[in-house]
């Protein structure tokens, strides 16, 4: 029984030393401090160029195509007739960066077209094609096709859909 008692207390002293030299070793480090960043993040849509027409019914010109949004973050385009499969609209369109923080365009967003709309194809190129980041108060162009979809079989009349462009931070 005494041999128990000694290998108990032994494993109680142990468990004791163990537990004291941790705590002697081990400290609690604690870091304050605080960080600000400032900057704008500011891209917009500043002009539309002259469109491109091809069997399009209607005035092919920038005013009636497009608009830019009163804050500038949206683009409303509207093309009332393409005639025929394939026919297309192209309207180039500028954006610029007036923020003082450099920017990328992460995606392209589409709002208005519905399953009505399923004849035309809008596609992009330009910046919506491109990984390249946008500095402050530089431009970049990109143009928007709007094009009669000639493998589906139905007709292309009165299309308005806004777009927006989403954009973040250019890493360095």
């Known amino acids: ?34 960080a600000t960043a400032k900057g704008d993040f500011d891209v917009e849509f500043t002009s539309i160029g002259t ?14 195509l497009a ?8 683009l409303t385009v509207t093309v009332n007739k393409l005639n025929y499969p394939g026919s297309y609209v192209e309207i180039p369109v500028t954006v610029t960066n007036k923020g003082s923080i450099a920017a990328k365009l ?5 709002t208005g077209l519905t ?8 596609t ?6 491109s990984d390249t980041a ?12 709007v094009e009669w979809d000639s493998t589906v079989n139905k007709s292309s009349e009165n299309v308005t ?5 989403n954009y973040e931070q250019a890493q360095k």
């Open 115 to 122: 399953e009505a709309d399923r004849a035309v194809k809008v």
């Open 134 to 145: 946008i500095g402050t108060n530089e431009t970049q162009d990109m143009t928007i096709r």
């Open 51 to 64: 469109p491109t027409c091809s069997g399009f019914s209607g005035t092919c010109d920038a005013a009636s």
């Open 161 to 165: 859909f806004k777009i927006a462009l």
């Open 1 to 34: 029984m005494k041999k128990n008692s000694m290998a108990i207390i032994g494993v109680v002293a142990f468990v004791l030393a163990v537990a004291v030299g941790y705590a002697l070793f081990s400290e609690t480090i604690n870091v304050n401090g605080s």
């Open 67 to 74: 608009k830019i949004s009163t804050d500038k973050n949206t």
């Open 106 to 110: 992460k995606q392209i967003n589409e």
């Open 124 to 129: 992009y190129s330009g910046i919506a094609a």
